[in-house]
């Protein structure tokens, strides 16, 4: 988008923001061309940064923009001279919708904008892609960002990022991926793609990997956007509502995570005034909609019944430790991993003391997927300091701050080392 900050352009990127993702999978549906679709999008997007500012924001400005990008579709088909009846038909349903339009804007607009929003939704998540790619392809295709706004959310330098936006694209077209949603033995899998895409979109803004901010909450943000409206698209499926809860809860305690100065603030010294009741509200009316739908409850379900709670405890001191470490027990049968197991022994640590916590954690330490996983060494260090064992509660926090990329994450564990040196000095 622009530099501008003009009100036009203000309101051409609010728009933009909220209707691309309708306007690409519809011409996505119609031209079979992800790639194709977004390019015309981003034309109509460009004839608005043109003329509205001159010519002023039309009465119904995503009506606009979609028969803008219509209207280039019908000049693409043309210019290309197809003419097979395939082709033919594409260019006719096109112009009747255009006509309809003009009759009918809001009608034309929503007509099959569900269906079309959620075949994008799979083909942009769709496991042929790598997830670096499906992160990038869904941020740009539904979530409207531009290829600079994506590089500098992750870290990445922006011509990486475009590759992985065009390649994908690439892929797509190479592997005759069809604009549709999947078939009911194919939708498992696939909506667990996509499930999982917006959880690393989420992650990555809840808790940032690299760099010099603990959150990026304009991340979170997406995230939830792009699952609510997964819900709102798939709401017979559990597991939907279940992400969309666990991030509902999540996302209420991003006021209370940083302190003045953007330093973090742990789980157990947040003040929790500063939770944002309406989307604890949000995420346990989505929590109670997974349940209801009946069957055992998915990972994200389960987690979110972890966050929930912590959301329903008015202190820390007043959390359900023994029910959070019976649904860690769930989760652990349900999606075994090691990081599972590390959470579920904080959890039994703090139902059943550091020493229960300690024992599980060491059975970890040689586990080779978290050698280099800072919240190892980090925990340890927490569960050590609390048995009075401050020497070497020190050791591990130096070196989780050394595994971590996250400057605020580093800045804290070498905050909790020197705690620990504090706490040797004799009196």
Request: charged share 25%; proline share 5%.
């Amino acid at each position: 988008m622009s530099a501008n900050c003009s009100p036009t352009h203000r309101t051409i990127d609010a728009v933009w923001r909220i209707e691309s993702a309708k306007i690409i999978a519809s011409l996505a549906r119609l031209l079979r061309d992800v790639g194709l679709a977004e390019e015309l999008a981003q034309d109509a997007l460009v004839a608005a940064l043109e003329q509205w500012p001159s010519q002023g924001v039309p009465q119904n400005p995503a009506a606009w923009l979609m028969a803008t990008a219509k209207h280039r579709a019908i000049d693409t088909i043309r210019r290309k001279a197809l003419h097979e009846r395939k082709e033919d038909e594409i260019a006719y349903e096109l112009e009747m919708q255009l006509r309809d339009a003009q009759r009918s804007p809001d009608a034309a607009l929503d007509d099959d904008i569900g269906d079309d929003l959620l075949r994008l939704v799979f083909t942009a998540c769709h496991p042929v892609l790598s997830t670096e790619a499906r992160v990038a392809l869904t941020l740009r295709l539904l979530g409207g960002l531009t290829t600079d706004e994506i590089a500098r959310a992750f870290l990445v330098a922006e011509p990486t990022i475009a590759q992985r936006i065009v390649r994908a694209k690439r892929t797509l077209a190479a592997a005759r991926v069809p604009f549709e949603v999947p078939r009911a033995e194919e939708l498992a899998p696939r909506l667990a793609s996509v499930l999982e895409v917006i959880y690393l979109v989420f992650n990555e803004g809840y808790a940032a990997t690299a760099g010099d901010d603990w959150m990026r909450p304009a991340l979170c943000d997406e995230a939830l956007r792009l699952g609510r409206i997964v819900a709102g698209l798939a709401p017979r499926e559990p597991e939907v509502h279940g992400l969309v809860a666990l991030m509902e809860i999540q996302a209420s305690r991003i006021g209370a995570r940083t302190g003045p100065c953007g330093e973090p603030i742990l789980l157990p010294d947040q003040n929790r005034a500063r939770w944002d009741r309406l989307l604890i509200g949000r995420g346990l009316a989505a929590l109670e909609r997974a349940e209801a739908l009946g069957g055992a409850l998915g990972p994200y379900a389960l987690q979110a019944a972890i966050a929930a709670c912590h959301a329903r405890a008015r202190s820390a001191d007043e959390t359900d430790w023994t029910r959070i470490a019976a649904l860690y027990d769930a989760l652990a049968q349900t999606a075994p991993s090691p990081v599972v197991e590390l959470n579920r022994a904080v959890a039994l640590a703090m139902a059943f003391g550091p020493s229960t916590g300690l024992q599980h954690v060491d059975a970890l330490r040689d586990e080779p997927t978290l050698q280099g996983y800072h919240l190892l060494p980090s925990v340890r260090g927490d569960l050590l300091a609390r048995l009075g064992r401050h020497d070497q509660a020190q050791a591990e926090f130096r070196r989780a701050a050394q595994l971590t990329r996250n400057e605020r994450e580093r800045e804290l564990l070498l905050r909790r080392a020197q705690d620990c040196a504090v706490a040797m000095r004799p009196e």
